[in-house]
């Protein structure tokens, strides 16, 4: 052997053996992975990307099951956010194209009836802002009540940025079951992403969520010039607060905004990423999101639904188009993955 190929072997040892410590780990005690195994899955060599996405696969269905969760999503507050988050076209500090704009109770009650029409089982209404106002409250109590009395009794989840104690408790007694607020990335990168406020008040958000007994729902954005170690210690950061599910988006660079001329992450490297969020978060509901079109393509989309996502959002995302809804629901029939129902779910 030559010195090349010993060295080879030798560098690649111990980055071939994290998949058989995930299998018994990850999938046979549903145990994830630490910070330093996600790192080294991470660095796994591209002609591994198939095992590792089957193993990831193997997981989910071991320990989510077959059913893929699906959710619409619908802006009531568009733009004008007063935060400086340099992936977010919404800030109103950037000279983005998105303009400050209001949705209607109409509006709102036809976008969840669109929803429901898909199979999808959550409706999340989200708002650019810091936190709600007395206003934005208002409109989502309006909102919610329109909704119910027009027979749609789809599940609502609301995303309103940082809230008090006294919000929590208002949205719980409104009956918003899950609540969203993304971490976004690794605690040692956030201030490189925001400046106007910091990660631990996210945290603090997301705990009095959970306390008062709604579904946590957090994760981020990846490709915002973090490392592979903060991708791994984000993974693990993820694991600790234990979310109900975790969406996962890849950067879109958005006009106007500091990340504009980001490139946006490589197919393989997206996929590898699922499949190591997946081991980091072997129960955990693992939703594609913003920036798969982009960085996956049509044929990325299957191989992560099948690399260890386990819910979509369908239809359009907040400022970007997504692809149409029957797509995505044609190509869960496809890949025989049911849709999860309502009954499930309550
Ligand atoms: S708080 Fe939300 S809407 Fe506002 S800039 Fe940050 S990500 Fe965008």
């Known amino acids: 052997m030559t010195a090349a190929a010993d060295e080879r072997t030798h560098d690649s040892a111990p980055a071939d053996d994290v ?7 990850v999938l046979e005690r549903g145990v994830g992975l630490t910070e330093e195994q996600v790192l080294a899955v991470l660095r796994l060599a591209d002609d591994r990307l198939d ?7 193997e997981v989910r269905m071991r320990w989510c099951g077959p059913e893929v969760e699906v959710e619409g999503i619908i802006s009531l507050k568009t733009g004008g956010c007063p935060e400086d988050c340099h992936f977010c076209s919404q800030s109103g500090r950037f000279p983005t194209p998105v303009r400050s704009a209001w949705l209607d109770i109409p509006g709102l009650v036809e976008a969840a009836r669109q929803t429901a029409l898909t199979g999808a089982t959550e409706f999340c209404i989200v708002a650019a802002v810091r936190g709600p106002d007395a206003r934005l409250l208002s409109q989502v109590r309006e909102g919610i009540k329109a909704i119910r009395e027009s ?4 599940q609502i989840a609301c995303s309103l940025g940082m809230l008090t104690q006294e919000q929590v408790d208002e ?5 918003v079951h899950r609540y969203n607020h993304n971490l976004e990335t690794a605690r040692s990168h956030f201030p490189n992403v925001v400046t106007t406020h910091s990660w631990e008040e996210r945290w603090d958000t997301l705990r009095m ?3 008062a007994g709604m579904e946590v729902c957090s994760g981020g954005i990846l490709g915002m010039g973090e490392t592979p170690e903060q991708r791994a210690e984000f993974a693990v950061q993820l694991a600790e607060l234990d979310p109900h599910e975790v969406p996962m988006n890849f950067l879109i660079p958005q006009p106007g905004t500091p990340y504009e001329a980001y490139e ?11 499949a190591a969020f997946r081991l980091a978060l072997p129960r955990t509901m693992l939703r594609f999101a913003g920036g798969r079109e982009l960085t996956l393509g049509d044929l990325g989309a299957e191989k992560g ?6 819910a979509i959002i369908v239809g359009n995302y907040l400022t970007n188009l997504g692809r149409p809804a029957q797509r995505d629901l044609d190509m869960l029939v496809d890949l025989k993955m049911p849709i999860k129902a309502l009954g499930d779910t309550l």
């Open 19 to 25: 998949l058989a410590v995930a299998r018994e780990q």
């Open 51 to 57: 095992d590792l996405l089957a193993l990831a696969h």
């Open 151 to 154: 027979g749609n009794d789809i």
């Open 171 to 175: 949205l719980v007694a409104m009956g």
């Open 209 to 211: 969520v959970r306390e």
């Open 264 to 274: 946006p992450i490589e197919g393989r490297e997206a996929l590898k990423l699922v």
């Open 305 to 310: 639904m099948l690399g260890g996502i386990n």
